[in-house]
């Protein structure tokens, strides 16, 4: 799923942002520190491990990945346990979004914290950057459908660890350029402009929404320079200079590209403060994530180990890791 917690009458609500955040942007969209090359190579390294200890073993049954989005681990499982067998394994997903469950090739759209599975139907249960969002009922759906002798793995997003802070940061700087309504401003002066240039304004009229914009730019422009490295100032580094070199530069451009272009960037900033808030709303504490994993040991004869996994190549530890087996 990767998203927000989603309850009651809110629920409907979450399924359409995700589909937005899914459909408008999430592969073109300067993602948080996931779309770090070194960080997708450390997750894999990290699955690789577990899919590896899973095929030596020997344990019959289907893996389901829960909150799978558009699938990271299945298809990590298709390549690593497909060896040996003539249909491929048998892999499962299941998210909140359709449009996130499409991708899969075999992910279904539903609640994980409410599965459409029998008790005990899975060997293997898996999780990354996912389960956190739907809260601790997920957990205990996952320890539902997971088998008496299979064993549950996730990787779970670590409050106030580096990447946290870090998307802490590119939403503070997102926030103060959507404060300043920089694109409407921008989409404004491009209006007056074009007027003004087929004679249908006066220029004190472009001259004040063109002050008007250039405050907005220099706001948007000094939260830019001060803000630390993250993929959301590389954006905005490229958007802002953008948005000032086509209000003068109108002429060059035809009017209904611009506006088609201003929405496209409106609709990118939007998913992406959308992710950003959600990764930030659903990370745990460490409190959370012993009353999650208690969740999903309860009633099992179960080892359960929570350890940290760092992504960043730094020594810091940047998410949970959650392994409950049998004993």
């Known amino acids: 799923m990767q998203g927000t917690k989603i309850v009651g009458e809110d629920r409907q609500g979450g399924r359409d942002a995700w589909n937005r955040y899914w459909k408008t942007g999430a592969a073109e969209a300067p993602d948080q520190a996931l779309r770090n090359r070194s960080i997708i190579g450390q997750l894999e390294r990290h699955w690789d491990g577990i899919l590896a200890h899973h095929s030596a073993s020997g344990m019959p049954g289907p893996m389901l990945e829960l909150a799978c989005g558009t699938g990271s681990v299945i298809r990590l499982a298709r390549r690593r346990l497909a060896a040996g067998t003539d249909s491929g394994p048998d892999v499962f997903g299941v998210d909140f979004s359709d449009a996130a469950a499409r991708h899969t090739g075999c992910g279904l759209v539903g609640d994980v914290a409410r599965l459409p599975f029998a008790s005990g139907r899975f060997a293997l249960v898996v999780s990354q950057f996912g389960l956190e969002y739907a809260g601790r009922s997920a957990f205990c759906e996952a320890a539902r459908v997971l088998a008496g002798s299979g064993s549950f793995h996730a990787v779970i997003h670590r409050r106030n660890s580096g990447i946290w802070q870090e998307n802490r940061s590119s939403l503070d700087l997102l926030d103060t350029v959507a404060d300043t309504q920089l694109l409407q401003k921008c989409e404004r002066v491009l209006e007056t402009g074009y007027q003004l240039d087929r004679g249908a304004a006066a220029q004190a009229g472009f001259d004040t929404h063109y002050m008007t914009f250039r405050a907005a730019a220099d706001v948007a422009d000094q939260a830019r320079r001060r803000a630390p490295p993250s993929p959301a100032k590389a954006y905005l580094d490229m958007l802002v200079p953008d948005l000032s070199d086509f209000v003068q530069r109108r ?27 959600s990764m930030l709303d659903a990370a745990m504490a460490e409190d959370d994530i012993k009353l999650a994993v208690g969740d999903l040991a309860a009633g099992r004869h179960a080892v359960c180990e929570i350890g940290s996994l760092s992504l960043s190549g730094q020594d810091r530890q940047d998410a949970w890791t959650v392994l409950v087996r049998p004993a």
């Open 251 to 277: 002429q060059r451009f035809d009017p209904r590209q611009l506006r088609d272009w201003l929405a496209a960037q409106a609709r990118t900033l939007d998913v992406y403060a959308f992710r950003m808030r």
